[in-house]
């Protein structure tokens, strides 16, 4: 069968079963969006190439299954920059497609010409320049395999107008062949046995679970494996929702605005199992302090993060799943052979500073609306399965610290990168992946600015997803920094509640919009909002902007230096 | 490249396609690992080219290194060539000053070098001179007197040490992620 290389490209992607993409055409994709006419993938129109591909991302959360995005070549490839190094960063599958100028006149500065190949190297795992049009169903091939296999992680397909024009001969390959690729995905049985062994010796074991247990779809196995030992969990930012929030063992969020106890068990922990997770600097705070009695075992399916932060006792190369598996038959050998320590010490220890170091604030009757508050009433009044996403900041902290999250894949959010304005787009790729499950994006005002405008690509393509904007009037988290660590010199943070006036920019754009001020509207309006279903809503919450994030590691400190709010640290209050 | 330099050679080998040679410079660069030299050359499998790449020690440790190459999707095999162990070659061109009553004695220093004179000019000379880089070093050292008026080095290449007993070059991993 004879295609151009636009249409192999297409019935490529049809082979690898992807069902909908997300982009906006433009000069040198012309030809691929062509044959979409036919094609049975959904595209969804964006109205900002980074929108494309955060909507990708926010897709292949909530699914688990790789983003697509497609823009043409120059601005609208350096416009999918950012959204590329976010998916590094968080090692989420993607799949980019652009444009380029043709073959031929590469290198001369051609109309919208940039070196796409070359500026994305650094954000993704691997990239490919496609010279003749016969490889597309190969290179497409190797695409997937390379994005989604191993970990996952974004991948971009650099098309040049005259290789889409190109006539070539469909071929579908069988196999993937990449020598040098080859994920290692079964753990070493000595490194298990081993690791068995220190698990049995451990007194004060903490099991440390990061993005990885998501991404290796290992949270059953995870769950399995703390229910055998009954040690404790904490769950990374990148990991809310890998094991429930409402399991006796779950200790919830650690790192820099981490819960005290999470924060304080792995700081005094003997034993560390690092399970898909990285030892990232806002996880570990001053690392020649962190955890300094603790034994390490660390899984991960990437070598690399072996010893790249802090030397494990264990390491243990492998998919999380199979390893936890493993991992769990070992045990139980372990556990045949002797008994193991008594670990009720322990588990008594963090009860008590559980009780002792509760995330709290408090919300008075007629004060000023505390985010805080609206996070626990959206909570309380959504289903347990609701998807959450947020961009970055306070609001994005408070969203992780307070949300209940009792299943996997349900919160969506920037980690590694931080990249503000993540929600909107992002949470409009989740609903689209997950249609049935109802969707909300907390989001900041500032971080709603930088991307907004994808509410009108929700609008038009009926996405109802739900945005509530916790509105300080602020660059609340530099707000934050500035007030703490710059002497109250406040710097360039200051955004106005009221400008833009978010409930008209919101209706404009096709949205139901509600404002609120204070605490007895917030619940009703969550209830009104939830009722829509045929487009997406925007609530504007007015919030109080003297509220800040607490817990707090300042950057640079040990975790054993948490910083309380004032307000409730029981020392300060007398206990 | 004058004193010892605490350094690691590793011999990559790569697919032979384009931009390779591009992703293995920037991952050093973007990760802060640095390089001694490097030089690539095209193997006996004509799929494959062969990176030699000489790694400054104190930079970054060699398991992280070899571990961030090893993921890059172009390296097949990474094999690290303990100094002691390894047979380690470079070319240099040295153009030196020599005015007719310096010229012998220039003659007789790359005699003894068993280097080679590729040009001679009416006050200077080109020559090249072929083996250890130490080697390389030492006649630098001799010729700088003369004054050295432009010096090229191509970077060393190097091959396993074929000792009697069994060797001790070390497939560091030929896996990724």
């Not at chain 1, 949270?219 to 969990?233: H, K, M, Q, S, Y």
């Amino acid at each position: 069968m004879k295609l151009t290389g636009a249409q192999a490209l297409i019935k490529s992607l049809e082979q690898e079963q992807v069902e909908v993409m997300f982009g906006l055409p433009g000069g040198a994709i012309l030809p691929v969006y062509d044959p979409l006419i036919e094609s049975s993938i959904r595209h969804v129109l964006v109205r900002h190439e980074q929108g494309a591909g955060h909507m990708a991302e926010g897709y292949a959360h909530a699914t688990g299954r790789p983003g697509v995005a497609m823009v043409t070549s120059g601005p609208a490839a350096t416009n999918v920059v950012t959204p590329l190094c976010d998916a590094y960063m968080d090692s989420i599958p993607l799949v980019v497609i652009t444009g380029q100028v043709p073959y031929a006149v590469i290198g001369t500065d051609a109309f919208q010409e940039c070196d796409t190949v070359g500026i994305t190297m650094p954000v993704t795992k691997h990239n490919w320049l496609v010279t003749d049009a016969q490889d597309v169903p190969r290179i497409v091939r190797e695409a997937f395999h390379v994005a989604t296999t191993g970990r996952p992680g974004p991948v971009l397909i650099d098309m040049p107008k005259d290789v889409s024009n190109q006539m070539m001969d469909w071929e579908w390959p069988e196999q993937v062949d990449l020598p040098g690729y080859k994920p290692t995905l079964k753990g070493h049985a000595k490194q298990i046995k081993d690791a068995a062994r220190l698990m049995g010796e451990a007194r004060q074991p903490v099991l440390y679970v990061g993005g990885g247990i998501l991404k290796a779809r290992a949270a059953e196995a995870l769950r399995e494996l703390a229910e055998l030992t009954g040690f404790p969990v904490v769950t990374t930012l990148m990991a809310r929702g890998a094991f429930p929030d409402d399991h006796p063992l779950c200790l919830g969020m650690p790192g820099m605005h981490g819960n005290f106890t999470a924060i304080t068990a792995m700081q005094q922990s003997d034993l560390l199992i690092a399970l898909g997770s990285r030892f990232d600097d806002r996880v570990t705070g001053k690392l020649d302090g962190f955890a300094p009695d603790a034994k390490i075992i660390h899984v991960d399916i990437d070598p690399a993060e072996l010893g790249k932060v802090r030397r494990p006792d264990v390491p243990i190369v492998g998919d999380c799943r199979v390893v936890i598996e493993e991992l769990v038959k070992a045990v139980r050998a372990e556990k045949a052979k002797k008994a193991w320590p008594d670990i009720d010490p322990w588990m008594r220890q963090l009860r008590e500073w559980q009780e002792r170091y509760p995330l709290v604030y408090e919300q008075i009757e007629d004060g000023p609306l505390k985010p805080q508050y609206v996070i626990d009433t959206l909570r309380d009044n959504t289903p347990d399965d609701t998807i959450v996403a947020s961009g970055v900041g306070q609001h994005q902290m408070w969203t992780a610290q307070r949300w209940k999250f009792n299943h996997p894949y349900t919160w969506v959010n920037s980690g590694g990168l931080g990249t503000m304005g993540f929600a909107v787009p992002a949470a409009i790729g989740a609903k689209v992946g997950k249609p049935e499950r109802m969707v909300w994006a907390v989001d900041g005002d500032g971080c709603f600015q930088m991307t907004a405008q994808e509410l009108v690509t929700a609008s038009a393509e009926r996405i109802p997803v739900k945005v509530a904007i916790l509105n300080n009037a602020y660059l609340g988290m530099v707000r934050q920094w500035q007030e703490m660590f710059y002497e109250e010199r406040y710097s360039e943070v200051y955004l106005s509640p009221d400008l833009p006036d978010y409930v008209k920019w919101a209706e404009a754009m096709g949205c139901v919009a509600f404002r609120v001020d204070t605490p007895e509207d917030v619940e009703p309006t969550i209830q009104k909002a939830n009722e829509v279903d045929d487009r997406p809503v925007v609530i504007d919450f007015h919030t109080d902007f003297r509220e800040k994030v607490y817990p707090m590691i300042a950057a640079g400190t040990s975790n054993d230096q948490v910083i309380l709010d004032p307000a409730h640290d029981p020392y300060a209050a007398g206990h | 490249m004058n004193g010892p330099v605490q350094h690691h050679i590793l011999s990559v080998l790569v697919e032979n396609k384009f931009g390779v040679l591009s992703r293995v410079s920037g991952l050093f660069a973007r990760r802060g690992f640095n390089i001694v030299s490097l030089a690539v050359s095209p193997t006996e499998d004509e799929r494959f080219s062969r990176m030699t790449i000489v790694v400054d020690a104190e930079s970054a440790p060699l398991e992280q290194v070899t571990k961030q190459l090893n993921k890059l999707v172009p390296v097949i095999k990474i094999v690290e060539l303990a100094p002691a162990e390894a047979v380690e070659r470079e070319l240099m061109l040295v153009t030196v000053k020599a005015t007719a009553d310096a010229r012998s004695q220039i003659t007789e220093l790359a005699s003894i070098f068993e280097a080679k004179i590729d040009d001679v000019g009416y006050e200077s000379m080109t020559i090249m001179v072929a083996g250890a880089p130490t080697k390389l070093d030492a006649m630098t050292d001799l010729l700088q007197p003369f004054g050295i008026v432009e010096l090229q080095r191509t970077g060393r290449i190097a091959l396993p040490k074929l000792a009697r007993r069994p060797a001790r070059l070390r497939a560091v991993r030929t896996r990724s992620a």
